[in-house]
């Protein structure tokens, strides 16, 4: 910033030169991933019969099923989940401002139309597909937005009542590519689903087990 102000000529220093950051581990993601019981207990906390619980179970579907940011499945618009050529699709806003169209899992089109349905908003394209279940004073149904904080904190709330510690929303994405490297995906097509410009990028969520699994301790033998 302080080089682009020099460029400006708005300052005449670069009062940030010397200043070091802070070291960051560019090898592996530090995200929480957990195993596929524990996605499912988590999936089936929300309550079934309110509106809430419908809504937020699609929430965590979203981000368990396609490895999403929670920027992205908040951004997401009614009209970006159709159907094409037989599957059921989300077409996602990704970093740089770029479309990334994915087909998606069945249980994950199951738990989005029942929300669409009970919400009541499947026939208004324009409007945000995820909408607060308490609407805001005056705001009308097309800025309704849910909030990254509000899925931050429903996504702990959910975790906690699963008896899961440091989990976070991030836990999601790599949990999905970890899942997916485990059942032989493509490392090319995790790339593309999760919208990573870079595959070195996915390569740092790979927490596979049969990493820990060929670790030369276990062929030690004394």
Known sequence: MFNHL?????????????IRRMRVNSDRVEAKVLAPEEVRKILDIPDP????????????STLFFTGCRVSEACSLKVKDF???????????????????RLAIHNELQI?????????????????????????????SDKTRKLSRKTV????????????????TPHSAQATFITQALENNCPIEAIQKTVGHSQIKTTQMYDKRTAKYRESASFAVRY
Do not use: C, T
């Not at 019969?49 to 965590?60: C, H, P, T």
């Not at 029942?114 to 909408?131: I, Q, T, V």
């Open 6 to 18: 020099i460029d400006k000529q708005v300052v005449k220093i670069n009062v940030a030169q010397g």
């Open 49 to 60: 019969f309110k509106l809430q619980g419908i809504r937020d179970k699609a929430i965590l």
């Open 82 to 100: 159709y159907q094409e050529q037989g599957f059921y699709v989300l077409d996602f806003w990704v970093k740089g401002g770029k479309r990334n």
């Open 111 to 139: 738990a989005l139309r029942e929300y669409l349905r009970m919400a009541g908003h499947e026939d208004d394209k324009d409007s945000f597909l995820f909408l607060p279940v308490k609407p805001s004073p005056g705001a």
């Open 152 to 167: 931050d904190y429903l996504f702990k709330k959910y975790a906690k009542l699963a008896v899961l510690d440091g989990v």
